[in-house]
């Protein structure tokens, strides 16, 4: 079991990322409740909702996406005909009927949902990792264009209506959200379309632009990638596709890319300038996820001491005994392995005793400092494919 949690924080000046709606001549900036916690003059915390910029982890996941399915295509791993055309359908649909004659004919077998899923992994990396949704044609409203009417014989079963495949993404994003610790401000500036021959025809415009310390989490089911389940001797096993480090190691530097590429809309006017802060990944053999990245405290000090507890306890359990000895035995391979980037002093350099104290005590668990994003989502890479070895 292999699972990557990661938290990174941007300080991002003047970006209309994430624009959800438009009255005339002015666009809105998606704005979201946050909660912030405020200290009275009595010395009494209290939480106050604030509305803020974000962006939505859809949004996160549509610029994931397109960067994936270039790679992907430029890696000769497989990609459906559909999600190729991403640019032109101005999307990822992900063929949400089951419209061609094979899978039309597995859904209906015992298990189709399976078997669907099964031929879909193997024929596109894009859905095998972001996760797709498929029904008949007959679940979509039941009127839609309806074959059925026009040729009544071929009137399929009772089992094709409500049939549907779903396959759950196999990495997440969150919203790309302010740091509720720290300042932010989204507001609209004016914008002007001069034309001095015909002043009627001069536009005023007007857009919402959000700065802010932004944060965002991502966590990836690293075993789900590329598994799907196929019928052996009466039973349904997981099998993993052929190339399957070929697409982790895709996973990896598609997130390295999106997130040193450009990210969001509105990138023609506002390309937003983005600074990378700090960040820390988490790569360990539970769904651990990292502390949350906001300022205000070491959150790599405190995503270690969770570490710890939890390595421990899985350790323990797995030895069948609590004393340091016994775990040590395990403590070659680390159950939990951290990375973290910090330019901003969240994590002082002399509190850092983890490394030597994971020898002394034979912690199963591994801290390393890195220069970077970059850096950090590589190293994440390399030690999770070692994992799998
Ligand atoms: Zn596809």
Not at 250 to 270: C, I, N, P
Request: net charge positive.
């Amino acid at each position: 079991m292999v699972f990557v949690s990661m938290g990174f924080r941007f300080r991002v000046q003047a970006e209309a990322m994430n624009m959800v709606e438009s009255w005339g001549n002015y666009t809105r900036h998606r704005i979201i409740p946050v909660i912030k916690r405020v200290r009275t003059k009595n010395g009494v915390i209290k939480y106050k909702v604030q509305y803020a910029p974000a962006v939505s982890g859809q949004s996160i996941n549509y610029a994931f996406m397109k960067v994936l399915t270039n790679l992907a295509i430029e890696r000769n791993l497989p990609v459906c005909d559909e999600c190729k055309r991403y640019e032109l359908i101005g999307g990822f649909p992900k063929r949400p009927e089951i419209e061609d004659n094979e899978e039309k004919k597995l859904i209906n077998e015992s298990f189709g949902y399976l078997k669907v899923e099964g031929k879909r992994v193997l024929e596109c990396v894009v859905e095998d990792i972001t996760g797709f949704m498929a029904v008949t044609e007959t679940e979509r409203g039941g009127k839609r264009r309806t074959k059925k009417e026009k040729n009544p014989e071929k009137e399929t079963d009772r089992t094709e209506k409500g049939a549907g495949v779903k396959r759950t993404a196999k990495v997440w994003f969150s919203y790309l959200l302010p740091d509720p610790n720290s300042d932010f401000s989204v507001g609209p500036q004016f914008h002007v379309r001069f034309n001095r021959e015909n002043p009627d025809e001069q536009a005023v415009i007007q857009v919402e632009s959000g700065s802010a310390i932004y944060t965002l989490y991502t966590f990836i089911d690293v075993d789900g990638i590329g598994a799907y389940y196929e019928r052996a001797n009466d039973r349904y096993v997981l099998k993993y596709v052929n190339n399957r480090r070929e697409r982790i190691k895709l996973v990896f530097d598609a997130l390295m890319l999106t997130l040193s590429g450009l990210l969001g809309a509105k990138q023609s006017r506002y390309l937003s300038i983005r600074e990378s802060l700090s960040g820390i990944a988490v790569v360990s053999k539970v769904p651990f996820m990292v502390s949350p990245v906001v300022f205000g405290y070491d959150y790599v000090q405190d995503t270690v001491d969770r570490a710890k507890i939890i390595s421990k306890v899985i350790v323990e359990t797995s030895t069948g005994t609590g004393s340091q000895q016994d775990a040590s035995s395990e403590s070659t391979t680390s159950v939990i392995k951290i990375f973290y980037y910090d330019r901003e002093g969240i994590h002082p350099k002399e509190s850092k005793p983890e490394k030597k104290e994971s020898e002394t005590y034979k912690e199963p668990i591994e801290i390393n400092e890195v220069s970077g994003p970059e850096d950090m989502i590589n190293k994440v890479k390399e030690t999770v494919l070692n994992m799998l070895k």
